[in-house]
């Protein structure tokens, strides 16, 4: 039997296009995650996918990209298992599965649909700077709201 520890594989979800925060927040959580020994998922695009990437790549991290299309060139050049699924949008309800823990960091649409799917399927879900969901519609429990990224990635650990 081995000693290794166990695989830690932490969904980090965001916009495409990004603000040059949530750039920041996203380089510094996969620098995080990879000092942790987790591995990122997310969905290989540009913007907060790319700066996750980056910042886990940046620390030795390990990095998978869950594509919307056909053809690996689309990932980023910071994925090390970009899965292409043609699927498009769809993808988003994997990105958020193939996770123990989702980290939502700022946000358009799409990551709201990933939030949706995280609640949904009741994953740990961790936010950082992303969308205002009112709080009537949602039970403390249902998503950490964090205001570091320190914070976010300690939370997303907690699984």
């Known amino acids: 039997m081995s000693n290794a520890n ?32 987790a591995v990122v998922i997310c969905g290989g695009m540009t913007g907060v996918m790319e700066a996750v ?3 886990a790549k940046s620390k030795g991290g390990v990095t998978i990209g869950i594509l919307p299309g056909s053809t690996i060139e689309d990932a980023n050049k910071w994925v090390d298992y970009p899965i292409c699924t043609g699927i498009g949008d769809a993808r988003n309800a994997i990105v ?18 990933e ?16 969308w205002d969901l009112p709080p009537s519609k949602l039970r403390p429990q249902d998503m950490i709201i964090c205001e570091t990224a320190v914070e976010a990635v300690d939370a997303a650990l907690k699984i």
């Open 6 to 37: 166990p695989l830690i594989l932490i969904s980090v979800i965001g916009e495409s296009k990004a603000s040059p925060e949530n750039i920041e927040y996203a380089t510094e959580v996969g620098a995080l995650l990879a000092e942790s020994g």
């Open 53 to 55: 990437c980056r910042g």
């Open 96 to 113: 958020v599965q193939a996770g123990q823990s989702v980290i939502a960091i700022g946000g358009s649409y799409g990551t709201l649909s």
């Open 115 to 130: 939030i949706g799917h995280a609640l949904s399927s009741k994953k740990l879900l961790v936010g950082l700077n992303t």
